[in-house]
């Protein structure tokens, strides 16, 4: 099940966006060796604390963490345009209260081991599943997204195609993409065929009151 | 007439210079052109404008806006109190009316006209403000469903250009209508007569990014159309003539 908090709300889910943290420094520090800025353990940066993303996190029945994303409108400040404007090439960095900017895209070392019949992780395609019906249900036309060429090969596999801006650069050594994701139907569909889910698998305002804690 | 030419229709009104005074005049045409019952717009948190007095613009009748200031509901209304919090336009069947008080509250708009079925969209800008535009009707929840769903593209960007006419109208920075380089490759292209699978082509860039560069371009000089735009562009000197 997804959920979808705001930044604003944290205080009503302290438990969940802890572990968040915790998990992206799990994965972009410790794992990925990646430059964030961590303390204590949690992974954090001035995108979650001064622009008000909206957090999309995977959880169990029993409301566990399973992975997240974090998500903000290309209209106000973004990683792409505020912190890697080289990866555009010369390019302006997009702008439209149609398109949003998805980062931190991470899943938990329980949820990655499990076993998938369809060759897709479940917790990922959840995750893919949940961003772009959201996004088709909010009116957009894009998605932007900037990963590694781990997660580019892991988006083929999802069917969730981009369309790749410029030219991949090393960014503190790390091979690094920019992706244009079409928000569409068709987008929604081929990533739920690659996951086998059916349906929604967005909380009801009402469900997710349930995981407050 | 459809979403799209609905969106192009009042994008292009909102391109030009506002008179602040009439703000009210401007919604009143947004929400005929819409085909909804009314239109607001609120600054929460705008650029040199006073937080203690956040901008208000709004087609409501005067005697709901007078009950709303009188009973103090910026208290308890959930549309002031939820969606500025998020990036996602929230339907007001969403919201779970837990108090007694958030139930008359509701009644009390329908009563008043203010209708009982809308969305409201947040919208965020390069200032870090915040802001909040509201479409509602007196529909049936199933046919407002289903608006509502065709329709949030054009209340996304038709709110947002609003957003942006209220700063130019207070001087704050002008928005941005310099074209990138991507959009003007692309406009230079339908320029010289090609169609856009030619100038995917030609670029080697999908169609699906193609028409987005399109649209980017189009929306930032509130041109009707596309051929509207490339005009605009070529009179404005941001795209060379074609030979």
New interface residues.
Partial sequence: MIL?I?A??RAEFPRLIDDMHRLRHEVFSERLNWNVTSNGGRERDRFDD?????YLLSVDEAGVLRGSLR???T???TMLSDVFPELLG???P???????ESTRFCVTQKAAAERSTTGLNATTGELLAGLFE?AL??????IISVYDSRMRRILRTAQATP?EFGQAQRIGGVLTHVG?F?VSERMVAAIRASAGITGSVLAE??EQVRFAA | MGAIETMNELTEMLGGPLDVEDCSGVLRRMADTFGVAHVSYLGITLPRLSREKPFVATTYPSAWVDRYMDQNYFTIDPVLNVVP?????TDWS???LRTAQERRFFAEAKLMGVGSQGVSVP????F?ETALFTVSTQENPKSWAAFA?E???????V??HFHEMILRAHDVAPE?TRL???ERECLTWIAAGKSTEDVATILG??A??TK?YL??AR?KLHALTRTHAVALALSRGLIPPPE
Avoid at chain 2, 151 to 157: C, G, L, R
């Fill in positions: 979808t705001p604003a709300d001064e622009c008000n993303p909206l998500l903000l409108p209209t106000g400040p010369g390019e302006e997009v702008r439209s209260p149609l398109i949003w959201l249900r909010s009116g957009l036309m894009s369309e244009n079409e305002p009402g | 919090r998020t990036i996602l336009p969403s919201f779970r919208i965020r800008g390069r870090g769903r329709y949030m593209a054009a209340f996304q960007i709110g947002f941005n990138s380089p991507r860039i999908s699906h990014t987005q649209e980017t929306l």
